[in-house]
């Protein structure tokens, strides 16, 4: 079986790419490098020449509130052609499997909490990533339409946030954690006295490392066949004020932490739901503590490869 994952040197793709190849799977990896997924007739020459069985898309144009809020044009169009692109091809070359990935930033802004999968489209979006949240929407309604048009057996996941090695760790499109730590290990190891924060740091979200998403994902692949995309949390929920003393106290750093309550919170809160989820039979396995202290390794260590 072979088994091409889209994006497969970002954050959750590699972590894919990485469990994938260690249970002994034949895979190919694919990124902007290797293939233009923006590109309908190059894509679909791809899919032709390596004819795979399974296609996990974790590729995407993702970032944090301000990323999302400066360029909402390259959000959804980007999104939209790269998903499209590969359902697509997918759907050429008789792709047996689909994992179409999203994000909880679907759900409405003022959602109820825990958020269950069929609040979907009950309320208004977060603003500052409406676009993105939209591709990300459509993604889910192809999924469901090529379900029932062609019976394919195609999936929708929806992850949390998630952290971990090789992510976008640059401060002005990063998203929360990432840009929290690159903000702390610089300010610790060049003896920086203050760092200011977007936000009150009342907002709550929750965090999945990628490892274990990637065990999420891959447990779906072998359980999961519904048109109802599927939460992936962790149940780990933090306060970004609490998140943020985490973070500096594991990075080392003693300075001062000045938040700037101008600037936007985004969603008040995101605490998925993943009953659904934890009745396949999976649970996460990396200790919050834990895996921040990893990515803060990684970090330091991987300056180069950290997409600054």
């Known amino acids: 079986m072979t088994i091409v994952v889209a994006g497969h040197t970002g954050l959750v793709g590699s972590a894919v790419y990485k469990l994938l190849l260690s249970q002994g799977e034949s895979v190919i990896g694919i990124n902007t490098s290797v293939l233009n997924l923006e590109d309908e007739i190059e894509t679909l020459n791809f899919f032709h020449e ?5 296609v996990i898309d974790a590729a995407a144009l993702v970032g944090g509130i301000i990323a999302n809020s400066t360029y909402p044009v390259e959000f959804l169009i980007k999104n939209l052609k790269v998903q499209n692109n590969l359902m697509n091809a997918s759907h050429a070359v008789s792709v047996e499997r689909f994992i179409f990935l999203g994000s909880s930033c679907i759900y409405p802004r003022d959602c109820e909490q825990p958020i269950r999968e069929e609040y979907l489209m009950t309320g208004p979006l977060e603003s500052s990533n409406s676009a993105y949240a939209i591709a990300k929407i459509a993604g889910i309604e192809l999924v469901r339409s090529y379900r029932r048009e062609y019976g394919h057996h195609w999936i929708s996941l929806m ?23 690159n903000k702390f290990v610089t300010a610790a190891d060049e003896g920086i006295k203050k760092v200011e924060l977007w936000g009150t740091g009342m907002a709550k979200r929750e965090f999945i490392h990628s490892d274990d998403l990637a065990s999420a994902i891959v447990l779906c692949l072998e359980k999961y066949d519904h048109d109802l995309h599927l939460n992936l949390g962790s149940g780990q ?9 985490l973070v500096s106290n594991s990075a080392g750093y003693e300075g001062e932490i000045l938040w700037d309550p101008s600037k936007p919170d985004g969603t008040p809160r995101k605490s998925l739901d993943i009953s659904r989820l934890l009745d396949l039979g999976w649970q996460p396995k990396v200790e919050f503590g834990e895996g921040l202290r990893m990515t ?12 600054l």
């Open 296 to 307: 803060i390794d990684w970090f330091r260590q991987n300056r180069d490869k950290a997409r």
């Open 159 to 181: 992850p949390t946030n998630t952290y971990g090695p090789n992510d976008n760790f640059n401060v002005e499109s990063a998203h929360v954690l990432p840009s929290l730590i």
């Open 50 to 54: 390596v004819k795979p069985q399974v």
């Open 237 to 245: 929920e933090f306060a970004i004020s609490d998140l943020a003393n």
